[in-house]
């Protein structure tokens, strides 16, 4: 779901969204993937930015937006650890899989994007995530760990298909589009990746929300303005891909 989001304000978007991740399920997604700080847009450098807790406002709305509409629903929000130290407070860039039956999966992003200053605002993760959806392996990643190959190799021979929220700039959208390609043809897999429109703190969005085949074949894409791109995966058409074209066998 490639949408805009008011700034550092979860309510007005939790409003917004409610009603078009119920238009994705009326079209028959099964997966509705939101984007990375769905809530709050990619504010880490203020101090008045909206940390929650793990458990907090945002993963209870994808929550409860999937127990709702009995599908998962996915996005990315700032959570602090339970585990969290006093003398460090710093949430995680933490992309939520809620599934429909109300269970959770967190992946924390391990790749903070030192260029615009995230990793002195966000604590790193250190896990990868594999999940099971009906079936599907799942693969879970945050929006700058789509240039670091190594993690997604690392995941490749277990994975189907690669979710990958974002907060992409216009500035650098070739390299978006270019890189969820590589992803896809390198690892034989599906890659969705889902970015915002509008601006946000001084920085412009373009979208260019792509569903891409294991082949690198294009299912589905956005442009600049808020939309749902719908594409169906097979594990099987990943399975024929991969025992055609047996590239992953030769990785050293």
Sequence with gaps: MQHDIAWNDPTANFAR????IERAVGGGADVVL???TFSVGFGFD???FATEPEGGPSSQFLAASAGEHGVWVGGSCPEIR???AAADRR???CFVLAGPDGTQHRYRKIHPFSFAGE???????TELVTVDVGGVRVSMFVCYDLRF??????LAADTDVFLVPANWPEARREHWMTLL????????????GVNRVGSGGGIDYSGDTRIVDPLGELLATGSREETIVFADVSTEHVAAVRDRFRFLDDRR
Excluded: H, K, M
Excluded at 149 to 154: N, P, R
């Design 46 to 48: 203020d101090p008045d």
């Design 82 to 84: 339970p585990d969290a």
């Design 17 to 20: 969204l409610a009603p078009r």
């Design 119 to 125: 990793d002195r605002f966000v604590r790193p993760g």
């Design 91 to 93: 949430p995680s860039n």
């Design 181 to 192: 390609r590589a992803r896809a043809i390198e690892n034989q897999a599906y890659v969705v």
């Design 149 to 154: 190959a190594d993690a997604f190799w690392q």
């Design 34 to 36: 939101l984007t990375e």
